[in-house]
């Protein structure tokens, strides 16, 4: 089985790729159009550098080549959400070529406009222009996948890197855009315009199933149907090349130099793969947290952040996947979702790592700050949350727990250290978390007469 991918991501910038309409704000139908997105006659487009610039650091971060000299093209044919007929992109010579993320080829990028979006109600179709322009990048992989999945993990690693890049606007799984090429050895058959990560894996599924029934004898396009759950034909395939494509004689020919490739690789940041491979060799992470840790781009803050100030790796991870994801989820929440003081965050695990207050206080201190922020060492002040290690105090607490428990005294007794654990979580109670379990423990086995 061969399956390549071409994925369609909006870029981010502040106005469109060939006029300055905003590219997001009002959602008015078209209200953020001009005379150049809506291809009106005489109108001539006018490149946003600052999309040019994103394109060639995605290209970069897959490892591609990046070609000095480069143009746009006209791509022809009619359709009512292409104004002018034609769409500016580029075929011949694009930004990057044959890179390499993740194991899988990268054959070319390039930058293009979005055409408008066709809204149908009912038997009338609408048409929005707020879209017109906005610049995409357009990446192509080469058929290097073997599976459906391997397209999906490949796709949420993808995200994550265009997250770290900070190019991607939606940043979510399910509004990325692509199209599919899979083929099991009859002709290729491309699906068109599949919308987020689980839809492209489940109409490659569906279409593996088919092509393995009925061979496809011609070049295929087909859609797919989420609802119905299987793909259509649309038309046998076109080439590339019937679409006429034409020099854009409106824009000047792009030249990259080597200063600027060279600035623009400096502003690229530490991306998620790096950062899996530093945690894995600096800080002997198994690979499943790394990659937990580093695939959200704040996750990978926090981390780096606690570890900056002191907190030990091993005990920082701990912390973030296990008990700070696990309360989110407990919640229905995503990290991206809450506002989380990282200051007071490491003020907490450094509390916990320095033995000042228990795990099961600091446990409760981080669910509290995933709500809302507060002084954390006021708090801890005022609530008298500071680990207790003074046996006076703690034997009080322990005698009650074994006056209430008698008939877990002869259990212990008898080697079930079960129990024991039951009445440390009993002290713990009564000491509100506070108390020091390893001066518990010697205190429990004193009174109990057990070693
Ligand atoms: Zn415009």
Known sequence: MKIGIEIHVQLNTKTKLFCSCPNYGKD????????????????????????????????????CKINK???????????PDLVKNFQITQYEIPIGIEGNFEGIRIRRLHLEEDPGALIHKG????IDYNRSGIPLIEIVTEPDFKSPNEVRIFLRKLITMLAYLDVYYRKDESTLKADANISLGGERVEIKNINGLKEIERALDYEMIRQEKEVPQAK??????????????MRTKESEEDYGYIFEPDLPIIEISEEEL??????????NVDKTNRYLK???????????????????????????????????????????????????KELKDVNINDKHLVEILKLVQDKTIT?????????????????????????KLRIVADEK?????CEEAINENKESIEKIKSGDYKVLNFLIGEVMRKTKGVGKPEIIVKILKQLLNIK
């Open 28 to 63: 008015e139908p078209n209200s953020r159009t001009c005379y150049i997105c809506l291809g009106m006659p005489g109108s001539k487009p006018v490149l946003n550098k600052e999309a040019l610039k994103k394109a060639i650091k995605v290209a970069l971060a897959l490892n």
């Open 69 to 79: 000299e480069t143009f746009f093209s006209r791509k022809s044919y009619f359709y």
């Open 123 to 126: 038997n009338i179709c609408l």
């Open 220 to 233: 295929e396009t087909r859609r797919w149907d989420s609802e119905k759950g299987k793909t259509f034909l």
């Open 262 to 271: 060279t600035s623009l690789k400096k502003e690229i940041p530490e991306l």
């Open 282 to 332: 600096n800080y002997n992470l198994d690979k499943e947290t790394a990659e937990v840790l580093s695939n959200d781009i704040k996750l990978g803050a926090l981390y780096d952040f606690s570890i900056s100030n002191g907190i030990n790796p091993q005990m920082a991870a701990k912390w973030l996947r296990r008990d700070l994801l696990g309360f989110l989820s407990y919640d229905k």
């Open 359 to 383: 795990d099961k206080v600091g446990k409760e201190l981080l669910l509290k700050l995933i709500k809302k922020d507060y002084d954390v060492i006021k708090h801890i002040e005022e609530n």
């Open 393 to 397: 105090h703690l034997r009080k607490s």
